[in-house]
């Protein structure tokens, strides 16, 4: 543990370097955000493979959530509206007519409390009732841990009150090397039957329609940028994927969420997961105007996210699976993201 820096407020921010021979990666308190993941290609050259940048200060500026844990409700809420038990709550609204990724000020803005475990770290979130409009005292904790070459991310929470909760990772993924241009050559396979189709503000109508015969069907390894330009109404909404997917099997239970390949550095991550959907997102927002790692400009599709969680809008949808937790109930989910190579391109 090292202190990177301080925010503008004066308080520390400790950064966390895992390393298990194989994989390095590196986390700091800052919105309990994924820094850096280091790891070899099908030659043993290592790269770092989320976007991000070096400095604490870069992250305490604007930015698309690189690495952070986002809540109290990760995902948009329509209008930023929703109700418990004949409760009205108001978010306030942060992308469009909606509320993202728990307001303006979500928990990607705070310094959690963090202590060392074995073979990681876990950081915990106090968000008071009220906060960002969401009732409840809510007491969050994320624990990352590396062994070998899976990294492990388990969420934690508990309210005193009923509320609403969706915490996921915002990662962002390029196979080649965060710095390496974009991923459209880079292949996705996404265990989802599937998706949930939305209006033009990204809002879940409440559907769940089949991905089959549709440009968001990716059971089987597909090029990102195979067909992200077909004249398709959820591509057009998005400027390419940014879609909820249903993951096959049971929630609660670990099971495969997604795999990702890049046939060219033959690098290989399997996603695991007990939570309900994946965002598959393909940086369609990055545009230029951020600068990363050694100078390099974020480009529109430079990145992908998969994001584990539950479905966007869910307190709005009754056929969704339920994201209130209530007093006296623990909530607990758990994402793994696993490293190997593939043989050379064919």
């Known amino acids: 543990m090292a202190i990177w820096g301080h925010t503008e407020k004066g308080e520390a921010v400790p950064i966390y370097t895992l390393t298990s021979g194989k994989i390095e990666v590196r986390v700091t308190a800052y919105g309990a955000r994924l820094v850096s993941i280091k790891t070899p290609d099908r030659n043993g050259k290592v790269e770092d493979i989320v976007l991000g940048y070096d400095s604490l200060q870069d992250y305490l500026k604007p930015n698309p959530y690189f690495g952070a844990i986002v809540g109290r409700y990760g995902n948009r809420i329509g209008q930023g509206k929703f109700s418990i038990d004949g409760k009205h709550y108001q978010i306030p609204i942060n992308n469009g007519p909606n509320a993202l990724h728990g307001g303006p ?149 670990l099971r495969l969420a997604a795999i990702a390949e890049d046939p060219v550095s033959g690098r290989k991550m399997t996603v695991d997961t007990t939570q309900p959907g994946v965002q598959f997102y393909s940086g369609n927002f990055l545009d230029g105007t951020l600068t990363g790692r050694h100078g390099i400009k974020y480009q529109k599709h430079s990145a992908f996210c998969l994001e584990t969680q539950h479905f966007p809008d869910s307190p709005n949808h009754p056929n969704f699976p339920s994201a209130v937790l209530r007093p006296g109930e623990t909530f607990h989910q758990t994402t793994t993201y696993t490293f190997n190579t593939i043989g050379a391109a064919k």
């Open 105 to 253: 000020v979500g928990f990607d803005k705070h310094v959690w409390q963090s202590h060392e475990v074995p073979d990681g770290v876990e950081f915990t979130h106090v968000s008071p009732d009220g906060d960002m409009g969401f009732p409840g005292k809510l007491t969050a904790k994320v624990k990352y841990t590396l062994a070998g070459n899976t990294l492990r991310i388990d969420y934690y929470a508990t309210t005193d009150k009923p509320t609403i909760l969706n915490l996921t990772n915002h990662a962002y993924f390029n196979l080649h090397g965060n710095d390496k241009g974009n991923v459209l050559d880079q292949e996705i396979e996404l265990n989802a039957d599937k998706y949930t189709p939305t209006d033009a503000g990204l809002i879940p109508t409440g559907k769940e329609d089949p991905v089959a015969g549709t440009p968001l069907d990716f059971r089987k390894l597909t090029p990102i940028g195979a067909r992200i330009n077909d004249n398709f109404e959820a591509l057009k909404y998005a400027g390419g994927y940014d879609q909820n997917f249903i993951v096959n099997g049971k929630p609660g239970t």
